[in-house]
């Protein structure tokens, strides 16, 4: 029996169809740049989340280079991963083509995994930090180098209603920056072609709200540097408060040695935190890594797991 389109996409709503859905020298510019326009003797901050805040963030956002940012559908907790979504869902792929372009007119450099030759190799980091259950889109927009990344989600029902939600997260630490959903009526037609417009419509106009949150973070965060995740793998045997001294020494060096250090977590196991590292200093992650390793060495041996552009992966025993 030939499926008519109306009938695929009540099908779809019937059984809950619910989408989860440059290199090294150019990161260098764009930090130093930011750099340069920045006062860094003035220690007066506001609330960047306010209205006052977010008109003079806007206005100053002009005279800084802009964070790179990644786009990726939220998990839909079906099994499907993200790079499968979409590519294979056209519901998916309207949605942030919606996103991609409201940032390509804004002149933001967008990452996405689609046509990414590093697939395997942000799969084996997944693996290597947290195990399976580590969300794509945090491992993946290390890799790449974004700065941020938003992940949307998006429902359609069988009267051509549809909703989108975004919410962004800075990379190193998948802070959660803001969230913003918008809707689009689109009274009565439900072919696909128009649901996917509508999608693409309702992201285009969820966006300026994320675009003010994002920018608010980033400008008052590059007061520190640029942000580089560091996860230590800690081996071999040391006694609770043997353990203890070493990870308090390892982080009080640290501290000395970049603008800022925030520890997100310790274990026995591991030490996890991010740098922040003036660009002019440390022109890659090279540099940063070169710095920890020897700030750490004096205290106890060290491995390079794995290094990319934004995330250190390394042995500690």
């Known amino acids: 029996m030939k499926t008519t389109p109306f009938l695929f996409l009540f099908l779809l709503v019937l059984t809950g169809f619910v989408f989860a859905g440059q290199d090294n020298n150019a990161t260098r510019k ?95 980091l997944q693996n290597d930090i947290a195990g399976n259950d580590e969300d794509l889109a945090y491992i993946a927009s290390l890799t790449l180098n974004a700065d941020i990344f938003i992940k949307y989600s998006g429902k359609m029902d069988s009267k051509g209603f549809v909703t989108v ?28 072609i128009d649901q996917q417009a509508n999608l693409k419509a309702a992201a285009k106009k969820a966006m300026p709200s994320i675009e003010k949150q994002i920018l608010a973070y980033w400008i008052d965060d590059l007061n520190f540097g640029t942000q580089y995740k560091v996860v230590m793998n800690i081996t071999g045997s040391y006694g609770d408060s043997d353990l203890e001294d070493l990870q308090d020494q390892i982080t009080l060096k640290l501290k000395k ?20 590292a003036d660009p002019i200093k440390y022109e890659d992650v090279n540099e940063v890594y070169r710095t920890i390793r020897q700030t750490v060495k004096p205290l106890a041996e060290t491995k390079k797991l794995n290094i990319t552009k934004k995330l250190i992966v390394m042995e500690v025993k």
């Open 30 to 124: 764009r930090a130093n740049n930011a750099y340069s326009e920045l006062n860094f003797k003035d220690s007066k901050k506001t609330s960047k989340y306010s209205k006052t805040e977010y008109s003079k963030e806007e206005k100053k956002a002009e005279n800084y280079s802009k964070p790179v940012i990644m786009v990726l559908p939220n998990k839909n907790g079906s099994g499907i991963s993200a790079l499968q979504q979409v590519t294979e869902n056209p519901f998916a792929k309207a949605t942030m083509d919606g996103i991609s372009d409201y940032l390509a007119d804004k002149h933001y450099e967008v990452k996405s995994l689609e046509g990414s030759s590093e697939i395997d190799h942000i799969v084996q």
């Open 165 to 192: 939600e975004l919410k962004a997260y800075e990379s190193t630490t998948a802070r959660l920056l803001g969230s913003q959903s918008s809707s689009i009526d689109s009274h009565g037609r439900t072919s696909p």
């Open 257 to 276: 040695e970049f603008s800022k250090v925030k520890v997100n977590s310790m274990t026995s196991k591991t030490i996890d935190l991010v740098v922040y």
